[in-house]
C-alpha cells in the first residue's frame, strides 16, 4: 500500500512539475496564430504592407529563468506576400530578395532580457539575403495559459527596423523607403 | 491591289497584317526587355508596362483576325523555285510562329492577372482574369513569357535568313510578293 501511494505522489508530482520545467514551444504556423508582416513606406506618403505566409519555428521558455529563452525561426522568402502578384514576383527578383539564390531566411536568439511590465528585449542574428546581422527585437510578453482542447500555449508580438541597405537590398525606393519595419506574432504550442 | 489574296498574291489585308505584326512583335520585345530594367522613380515605371500589355492584348486581337481571314481567303501557292523541302520548312516555321506568338501573349497575360486582377488595353476595355491563384503562378509565366518570347524572335529571325536567301541568292519574288510588288 505504501508503494502505491508512493508511485502515486511520484507521479503527480511528475505531472504538476512539468510545468515548471523549461518549455519547448512550436510556433503554431498550422493553426496560422503567428504572422510575419512587414511595412515599408511608399513614396513616404503612405504605408506598405506585406507579409511571409510560410514560415515555422520554435522557442524555449522557462518562466523560472526567461532569461534562457531561445528562439528560432525560418522563413520562405518566396511566399512574400503583398498582395500584388506583380509586385511580389519584383520582390522575389534579383532586385529585392533574391529568392532563387537565398530561398530562406533565418532568425537565431542570442539573448533574451525581461524588462517587466510583460516586455523583453530579443537579441539575435537575423540571415536575409545571405547577409547575416544582429538585430534586437522589442517583445511584448502577450500572455500564456492553457487552451480548450488541452494544449499550453504562449504568445509574443515584436517588431523591429531593418535597414535594406544592411542586407545588400540595394534597389532605390525613395529616401522615404530605406527601411522596413518587421512585426512579428507568434503564439508557441508547448510541446507535449 | 486587291483586299483579298489571289492564286499567286497577297492581299492588301494580309500584307498590312504581316508587317504591322512583325513591327509590333520588335516593339513589344525591345519595350519589354527595356521596362524592366526602369528605375523606380523612372517617369516610364508604370507607363511603361501598362503599355507592353496594352499593345500586347490589341495584337492578340490583331492576331486571332489575321487568322480568321487566312482562313476565309486562299493562301497564294508557293513560287516553282521553291523546293519542297523549302516549302516544308516554311510552313513549319510559319506554325511555330503562330504558335509561339499566343503562347508569348498568353503567358503575359498570366503574369498580369496572376492574383485574379483585370488587365487594361489603355484604360479603355478590362480583360478580366480568367486562370488565377495558381502557387507562384507570376513568377512561372514570367519565366515562360521571357524565354518563350526569345524563341519567337529566333524564329523570326530564321524566318527573315529565309526571306533574304530567297531575295537575293535564289533573286525569286518571295519577298517582293510579301511586299505587294
Known amino acids: 500500500m505504501k508503494n502505491y501511494f508512493t508511485i502515486a505522489t511520484l507521479l503527480i508530482m511528475f505531472i504538476f512539475a512539468v510545468p515548471l520545467h523549461a518549455a519547448e514551444y512550436d510556433i503554431d504556423t498550422a493553426g496560422a496564430h503567428a504572422a510575419v508582416q512587414f511595412k515599408i513606406k511608399h513614396l513616404g506618403y503612405s504605408w506598405l504592407t506585406g507579409r511571409f505566409n510560410k514560415f515555422d519555428g520554435h522557442f ?62 530579443l537579441k539575435g542574428k537575423l540571415t536575409l539575403h545571405g547577409v547575416t546581422k544582429n538585430i534586437v527585437i522589442e517583445l511584448e510578453h502577450v500572455g500564456h495559459g492553457p487552451d480548450p482542447w488541452g494544449g499550453y500555449r504562449r504568445g509574443f508580438a515584436g517588431s523591429t527596423l531593418l535597414t535594406l541597405k544592411d542586407f545588400d537590398i540595394t534597389t532605390d525606393l525613395g529616401p522615404a523607403s530605406r527601411q522596413v519595419e518587421m512585426f512579428l506574432a507568434i503564439e508557441g504550442i508547448r510541446r507535449k | 491591289m486587291r483586299w483579298f489574296n489571289t492564286e499567286n498574291h497577297w492581299g492588301a489585308i494580309s500584307i498590312t497584317i504581316h508587317w504591322l505584326s512583325a513591327l509590333i512583335m520588335i516593339w513589344q520585345f525591345g519595350l519589354g526587355l527595356w521596362m524592366v530594367e526602369l528605375s523606380y522613380y523612372d517617369a516610364w515605371y508604370h507607363k511603361a508596362p501598362d503599355l507592353h500589355k496594352s499593345i500586347g492584348l490589341l495584337f492578340l486581337v490583331l492576331t486571332l483576325i489575321r487568322l480568321v481571314w487566312r482562313r476565309n481567303n486562299r493562301i497564294p501557292k508557293a513560287l516553282i523555285s521553291h523546293t519542297p523541302r523549302e516549302q516544308k520548312i516554311a510552313t513549319t516555321i510559319h506554325y511555330l510562329l503562330y504558335m509561339f506568338l499566343f503562347t508569348v501573349m498568353f503567358s503575359g497575360y498570366l503574369i498580369s492577372t496572376a492574383d485574379g486582377r483585370a488587365v ?35 524564329l523570326a529571325v530564321l524566318h527573315v535568313l529565309a526571306a533574304i536567301k530567297h531575295h537575293f541568292f535564289n533573286q525569286d519574288r518571295t519577298l517582293k510578293r510579301m511586299l505587294g510588288l
Do not use: M
Not at chain 1, 523560472?64 to 525561426?73: C, F, L, Q, R, Y
Not at chain 1, 529585392?96 to 510583460?118: I, M
Not at chain 2, 480568367?130 to 513569357?145: F, N
Open chain 1, 60 to 121: 524555449s521558455y522557462d518562466e523560472k529563468k526567461p532569461d534562457a529563452s531561445k528562439i528560432e525561426v525560418n522563413i520562405d522568402t518566396a511566399s512574400i506576400d503583398s498582395n500584388h502578384a506583380e509586385r511580389d514576383k519584383h520582390l522575389r527578383s534579383k532586385d529585392f530578395l533574391d529568392v532563387s539564390k537565398f530561398p530562406a531566411a533565418k532568425f537565431v536568439s542570442t539573448s533574451f532580457k525581461e524588462k517587466g511590465k510583460n516586455k523583453a528585449l
Open chain 2, 120 to 154: 487594361a488595353i489603355f484604360n479603355w476595355v478590362q480583360v478580366p482574369a480568367t486562370l488565377y491563384g495558381v502557387d507562384k503562378q507570376e513568377d512561372i509565366a514570367g519565366v515562360a513569357h521571357l524565354w518563350l518570347a526569345v524563341c519567337l524572335i529566333i
